[in-house]
Every structure is written in C-alpha cells, then in structure tokens.
Nanobody
Framework: QVQLVESGGGLVQAGGSLRLSCAAS????????MGWFRQVPGKEREFVAA????????YYTESVKGRSTISRGNAKNTVYLQMNSLKPEDTAVYYC????????????????WGQGTQVTVSS
C-alpha cells in the first residue's frame, strides 16, 4: 500500500504562485508514476499534470500548460507542482495520485490517492 500526503495549498490572489508538495510512503516511491488532479463541488475530478517513474516525461492538461511545472525528488520521496499565474478557475481541491504510468494518469487512471489540499485563488 502507498500513502500520499499533500501540503502547500492555501489562499492566493490571481496572478500569484503556489507550490504543492506530496510526500509518499509505503511502497518504493520510484515504482510509480505520480500526478496531480483537482476537483470542485459538483464536477468530476480533473487531470492536471503527471510525471513518469524516471522523471523524464511530463504531461499537462491544456489549461495549465506554460503556467505549471511538475517535478519529483526521489531522494525525499516527494513530488511537486509549481503553479504560476494562478486564475480563479484554478480554485479546487488538489489531489496527489500514484499509478503504473504517467500516460495512464493522463487518461484518468490512478491506483492511489492523497487526502487533498485546498487551493483558493481570489480575484
């Protein structure tokens, strides 16, 4: 079993930046591709970004391309999501996810989920 714990969420003004972190434990961190999803009340969970097991391949949803960067540091068993130029529509609960492949995550496939961290972007 894999446990994922997110941190770094909070309130930020439009145009600001935020850095989300996800700490993994249990199964070896490098065994899984990692990613981020987000969800708002009344809507389905949405894919945001993913990174391969080796960290050499990354994927982003169109709405965050150019504004966000996903990265991982295996030595610290941590995956990050740096978000810049934030918009009110980025407001959501952000979930860390782990699965067999980054492409699978891009296709909304995930084996493990974190508890979520709230991101609120004000106008």
């Amino acid at each position: 079993q894999v446990q994922l714990v997110e941190s770094g969420g909070g309130l930020v003004q439009a145009g600001g930046s935020l850095r989300l972190s996800c700490a993994a434990s249990g199964r070896t961190f490098s065994s899984y591709a990692m990613g981020w999803f987000r969800q708002v009340p009344g809507k389905e969970r949405e894919f945001v970004a993913a990174i391969s097991r080796s960290g050499t391949s990354t994927y982003y949803t169109e709405s965050v391309k150019g504004r966000s960067t996903i990265s991982r540091g295996n030595a610290k068993n941590t995956v990050y999501l740096q978000m810049n130029s934030l918009k009110p529509e980025d407001t959501a609960v952000y979930y860390c996810a782990a699965s067999d492949s980054a492409i699978g995550l891009r296709n909304n496939e995930s084996r493990y989920w974190g508890q979520g961290t709230q991101v609120t972007v004000s106008s």
